[in-house]
């Protein structure tokens, strides 16, 4: 069975998946990655999302693999740019920016990835990447000269949501941005997992147990958590009891 087929077994039975953004960046040394690896093996953690807008160094590529390493946990390729790519992956998001209408991040990035990705033999998951307006400016906004859809559009962002699944996207991925200034909304959430038939990711600003009970309850699939455990890991078994909703 495919990462993917595993992951909707567990929306299934659990409710949602619990997904932990880690940033193998040169601002993360491995003894802070280790510290989150280490609770995620402990806390029912779903799958790990490892990407970040910026690749600072030359060891990005050392790192994954020390991740992978040090967990069974699939690793899912979030990626930001064709360089992040690497052999260490259990699967990717192949993803497309809907939200935006630069081409580079459309199409002009899947292309040059595609025969690199075959080559690799990576499993994707065709993903529609929406950026939704989080009251501040966000690095992926910056990084790929877009701007994000108003979280009050709640008909601008199903368009969006809409077009991606008759593009034959199998997850819409609602982002308000790491380290956002207020997380994707929950009566957006409902409104656009209401009229859709395939999955929703959401990430960016979810900082507490309730928050992330409250986007799995909403409708969201797959909850994104990242920078709530760059200080700590200490909470982590209550994102994922708020999370697997349907284990209570």
């Known amino acids: 069975m495919n990462v993917f087929s595993k992951l909707k077994n567990t929306v299934s039975e659990k409710g949602a998946c619990f997904i932990v953004l880690l940033d193998p960046d040169s601002k993360n040394n491995n003894g802070q990655i280790d510290d989150c690896i280490n609770s995620a093996n402990e806390n029912d953690v779903d799958a ?5 807008s910026f690749m600072m160094d030359a060891s990005y590529h050392k790192r994954v693999k020390h991740i992978k390493s040090k967990s069974n946990i699939p690793l899912i390729l979030f990626p930001g740019g064709v360089n992040q790519i690497n052999e260490y992956f259990d699967a990717m998001l192949f993803m497309s920016l809907i939200s935006g209408r630069n081409t580079q991040y459309l199409i002009g990035e899947q292309v040059i990835a595609s ?3 075959k080559d690799l033999n990576i499993e994707t998951i065709p993903t529609g990447y929406i950026l939704i307006d989080s009251g501040k400016s966000t690095t992926v906004e910056i990084i790929s000269g877009t701007k994000s859809i108003p979280s009050d559009r709640l008909d601008i962002v199903l368009s969006h949501a809409l077009a991606g ?5 199998q997850l819409i991925y609602l982002e308000a941005g790491s380290g956002a200034g207020k997380r994707v909304q929950d009566d957006l959430i409902k409104y656009v997992s209401n009229e859709l038939s395939i999955d929703i990711v959401v990430g960016g600003g979810i900082s507490t147990p309730e928050d992330a009970n409250n986007v799995a309850v909403s409708g969201a699939s797959y909850v994104v958590v990242g920078s709530a455990f760059e200080s700590s890991t200490s909470q982590m078994n209550e994102f994922a009891s708020a999370i697997h909703y349907k284990n209570k």
Not at 48 to 52: E, K, M, R
Not at 165 to 169: E, I, K
């Open 48 to 52: 790990f999302f490892i990407g970040g």
């Open 165 to 169: 699944q008759f593009l034959g996207m």
């Open 115 to 117: 025969p690199i990705v």
